[in-house]
């Protein structure tokens, strides 16, 4: 009985808390990637996606060009998802903080997808090539923090 009465409650905290997802990624309107479709990218270039053609995962939803790329994301989506919640990975990896990028500035890296900010003629991405490695193990650990 009082392993029922507890799991009622750890399911009632759960069920109150905002979805970890929806609360940190960056999400327009709960699109991701601001609309891009997240296989166009690792095809080399990113390319907008339908409103027609839409995937929900875990809570984050995504649009594709192509009933295919909607396809492929389905049989993998971890593999399609961006890191740090699609938010600017240099700024991540530098401050921790969550940074608006600019969705065609971009790097896949062990066949993960990082977005950098790149406006006002400062294109992160340029920066996080000179100390990548340090900054993804930083990034890594900050984004961590905020999604835990």
Request: glycine content about 8%; proline content about 5%; charged content about 25%.
């Amino acid at each position: 009985m009082i392993r029922i009465i507890v799991l009622l409650l750890i399911s009632a905290v759960a069920y109150g808390q905002p979805n970890v997802r929806v609360t940190h990624y960056n999400l327009k309107k709960g699109i991701a990637l601001q609309g891009y479709d997240p296989v166009s990218y690792f095809d080399g270039k990113p390319v907008e996606g339908s409103d027609k053609i839409k995937v929900e995962y875990k809570s984050v939803t995504y649009l594709f060009a192509t009933a295919g790329n909607a396809t492929r994301f389905k049989q993998t989506p971890d593999k399609f998802e961006p890191a740090y919640g699609g938010w600017c990975a240099y700024a991540m990896g530098e401050s921790g903080e969550k940074v608006k990028v600019d969705p065609e500035t971009f790097k896949i890296l062990n066949g993960k997808l990082y977005l950098f900010y790149n406006f006002w003629g400062n294109n992160t991405l340029t920066d996080w090539n000179k100390n990548e490695t340090p900054l993804k193990s930083k990034g890594d650990q900050n984004w961590k923090k905020i999604v835990e």
